[in-house]
């Protein structure tokens, strides 16, 4: 009892970011040094350290997981009308990006067991049209790729890969973030490390790497800084937020430890809960990372969703619905 009176006098977020001493220390020596914008030594070393954390050769700060995949997608000099599969459920992001560049997006939805893109959808959608695949990381568990990846190999389709919710996690024991053409991450302050806000791209492409490094400086010529040679973003991470990241990245083992627990606390106490669904700890090809624990809601209880929501936070309990289906 005096447990439960204890917890429900504290508020308890989705998250809280968690910021150590190392992190203000660096952000310090940003700020003493005067590198406080993109140019600084921090961005170079964070994109050098995540890159090879993500056996990636190289690696691109951006300010966005959603500025991420805008550069990406305008690397990639698709025509328009060419047709992107992407998953329904995820972040307005994946559909934005392809808009902007004139492409079609088309919608897969989700397998129930792990929430990711449907697998047997994504091969139906393929057709002549389709050109790029966005492979997009829902919640706990990756895209079970193996399918996806051959079959595009196959035709020759580029595979986009949006690990945003995956820092650290796996498939079949392949670090996520090392598969297809190029892939994303967002930092963002629910993230497994952030920087407050942030982003970054990796791949193995030289090409790609040097159109993306373009883009996210507003494609200043390289003869006439001022006569510039496209038209893109300024989509900079500055030196703060990489010396936050930076430091961030030192911690992954001990948050990925963390996340699980709280993962395990979860399933033991939501485990009885007839009329809710939650994932799975492990599946064959993955286990949960817990980037945020989700619960589907069914039976009696499938249409209310509010009253619920509205009851947790009266108790200090603070939740977040899903994604809206695109």
Not at 195 to 204: D, H, P, R, S
Not at 215 to 234: P, V
Not at 270 to 276: A, H, P, S
């Amino acid at each position: 009892m005096s447990q439960k009176l204890k917890l429900k006098n504290k508020f308890i977020p989705v998250n809280t970011p968690k910021i150590f001493s190392q992190e203000k220390k660096l952000v310090i020596q940003a700020l003493s040094t005067g590198w406080i914008s993109s140019e600084g030594p921090f961005v170079k070393k964070f994109e050098e350290n995540f890159s090879k954390f993500n056996k990636r050769r190289y690696g691109v700060a951006v300010s966005s997981g959603t500025a991420a995949l805008e550069i990406v997608i305008k690397s990639l000099n698709l025509k328009k009308g060419d047709e992107v599969i992407i998953p329904t459920f995820t972040i307005i992001s994946s559909v934005m990006c392809l808009i902007k560049q004139g492409l079609k997006p088309v919608l897969v939805d989700s397998d129930i067991k792990n929430w990711n893109m449907s697998i047997e959808e994504t091969i139906k959608k393929i057709n002549k049209k389709t050109k790029a695949i966005i492979i997009t990381h829902i919640y706990g568990f990756p895209v079970d790729m193996q399918k996806i990846i051959k079959i595009a190999n196959k035709k020759k389709i580029i595979i986009i890969e949006d690990a945003a919710e995956m820092i650290g996690q796996k498939y079949k024991k392949r670090i996520c973030g090392s598969f297809g053409s190029v892939s994303t991450f967002s930092f963002y302050a629910n993230k497994h490390i952030t920087t407050g806000e942030g982003g970054a791209i990796f791949t193995n492409d030289k090409k790609i790497y040097e159109k993306l490094r373009q883009f996210r400086n507003l494609s200043f010529g390289k003869k006439e800084r001022f006569n510039h040679d496209d038209l893109s973003w300024n989509y900079r991470l500055t030196n703060i937020q990489a010396s936050i990241g930076l430091s961030q990245l030192k911690r992954l083992n001990n948050i990925f430890k963390r996340k699980r627990e709280i993962g395990k606390l979860y399933n033991q106490y939501l485990k009885d809960c007839k009329n809710i669904f939650i994932q799975p700890s492990k599946l064959d090809y993955a286990d949960n990372i817990y980037w945020v624990y989700g619960v589907l809601l069914k039976d009696k209880l499938h249409n209310k969703k509010n009253i619920i929501q509205k009851e947790l936070l009266k108790n200090n309990i603070e939740t977040r619905p899903f994604f809206w289906p695109m």
